[in-house]
């Protein structure tokens, strides 16, 4: 990533705190896409980028942690605690913190992934006031009673078994067990029934303390925002709750590269009396760092990006032998996967199986052709930048950004950097991704003649 920034410092108040350092990342057109940060002595970053046009913002914390920072035995902590966290603070009932948001037509949510946890409202901008007050009280003052990790508890096994009577989700979830075993990166975000079950009050309000100190947040607003009002009612939300004391510390650094979990020809099998058998076939990726991800976001488009691309076009033009086909990328800090996923019937498992290696190998051998790469990289700039038309989307950006990079990128030199990628780039990239040795899910009604031939397919 990379950014073009300013810095001013500004000075103490009237009140002496210690000073915060403020700088320009992306100075915006006509001030118009400004991103700012600010990281004050606690070793709280804030960034905005502003669009004084909308008359929305949408303001969110992202935490440096996810389940892949869990145990064994905290499998799922971190999802459990985003729940907790909306439970209720010394301040507001859960009641009371849904229904402020609620009264002035807001959207308030979180996700957890495997390497952070984000909680964000989106609101009209004249009440962006309140929805920094709700979301720093519940990332600050959180109660974590004994009564609601009870009460969460069911909540969450329900959660559990709602994706588990979805094959489609949870085909990708054993792919990631495929690939990655029983490791953090391998273990089910959401945790399992047993661990959900054995998670305390204790444990988690330990796993709390732990990781959400401010040197592991990243606060981000989007939209018709000021910067300088932000950080003023986020500094004023943490210090009456007591959060910036350590007035010398820093932020963590983004996740390191020092793990690299590779694993391949792995084949997991689950068998279920679906009407679908879903199939996700894939080899190791890249790391969200590597230069060579621009190349792979191409690459992925022309092979399973939309309409025209290879898979769709062999699978299910063509054939007909799939409603769903498309390929994705995942990047980590220190590694990645590329996956193809198809659902089929049953019957034509290894069908479908059959054409996506046979599309994977002819791409690795010959690469695409130049009308693919152009028309990847249109769809991708495209998709990139209609995908920014909203304000919570740019916030999941610069916060995200800030979080895993440390920097920013503008959207014009994103467009620039996938525009330059080249032929040989892609072909570069098909070669060492696509001629690995691949690993393999299948959920679905297998007979044990089908199970045979699907650990022979990988072989």
């Known amino acids: 990533m990379t950014s073009r920034s300013s810095v001013t410092t500004a000075r103490p108040s009237s009140e002496g705190r210690a000073v915060a350092r403020t700088q320009t990342l992306l100075p915006g057109k006509d001030g118009i896409g400004t991103v700012r940060r600010t990281t004050l002595p606690g070793g709280l970053r804030i960034v905005t980028e502003t669009l004084p046009s909308v008359r929305s913002a949408t303001f969110g914390i992202w935490a440096h942690v996810g389940s892949r920072d869990e145990t064994p035995a905290l499998n799922g902590a971190t999802h459990y605690l985003e729940h907790l966290l909306f439970k209720g ?15 002035v037509g807001g959207e308030m949510n979180a996700f957890t992934a495997k390497e952070y946890t984000c909680y964000y409202a989106r609101v009209l901008d004249t009440d962006l006031p309140l929805a920094i007050d709700v979301v720093c009280d519940m990332l600050t003052g959180s109660l974590i009673l004994e009564e609601d990790v009870d009460a969460e508890r069911g909540v969450i096994l329900e959660e559990i078994a709602m994706t588990e009577d979805d094959p489609g989700d949870v085909v990708h979830e054993l792919f990631a067990q495929t690939m990655f075993g029983d490791t953090p990166l391998g273990r089910p975000v959401l945790g399992t029934v047993d661990t959900v079950n054995g998670l305390s009050r204790g444990q988690i309000a330990r796993f709390y303390k732990k990781h959400y100190d401010p040197t592991h ?13 932000v950080v003023r009612q986020v500094r004023r939300a943490f210090e009456k709750a007591g959060a910036l004391t350590r007035t010398d510390a820093v932020p ?25 058998a879903h199939v996700v076939l894939g080899m190791p990726g890249l790391a969200r760092t590597d230069e060579r991800r621009w190349a792979l976001g191409v690459l992925n488009t022309a092979l399973g990006g939309g309409m025209s691309s290879r898979l769709f076009q062999e699978v299910r033009e063509k054939r007909g032998l799939a409603y769903s086909v498309y390929s994705y990328t995942s990047g980590f800090a220190d590694c990645g996967l590329f996956g193809v996923y198809a659902g089929c019937r049953p019957g034509q498992v290894h069908d479908v ?23 990847a990289v249109g769809q991708l700039s495209g998709s990139t930048v209609l995908g920014l038309e909203d304000t919570g989307a740019l916030m999941n950006r610069i916060g995200k950004s800030e979080l895993c990079w440390g920097t920013q990128m503008s959207v014009d030199d994103m467009l620039d950097r996938i525009a330059a990628v080249t032929p040989d780039e892609v072909r570069e990239v098909a070669r060492d991704v696509l001629t ?17 031939r699907l650990h022979q397919a990988v072989s």
């Open 353 to 375: 199986l059959k054409i996506c290696r046979d599309e994977l190998h002819k791409v690795a051998s010959d690469g695409l052709t130049d009308d693919e790469i152009a028309r």
């Open 436 to 452: 690995q040795r691949p690993s393999l899910s299948v959920i679905g009604p297998l007979k044990d003649k089908q199970a045979d």
């Open 252 to 276: 963590v650094a983004p996740r390191d590269g020092v793990r690299n979990l590779r694993t391949a020809g792995r084949v997991e099998l689950l068998n279920r009396k679906t009407e679908q």
């Open 89 to 103: 603070t010394h301040k507001r009932s859960a009641l009371d913190i849904s229904a402020a948001i609620d009264a």
């Open 217 to 229: 947040l990243v606060v981000a607003a989007a939209g018709n925002v000021d910067h300088a009002t």
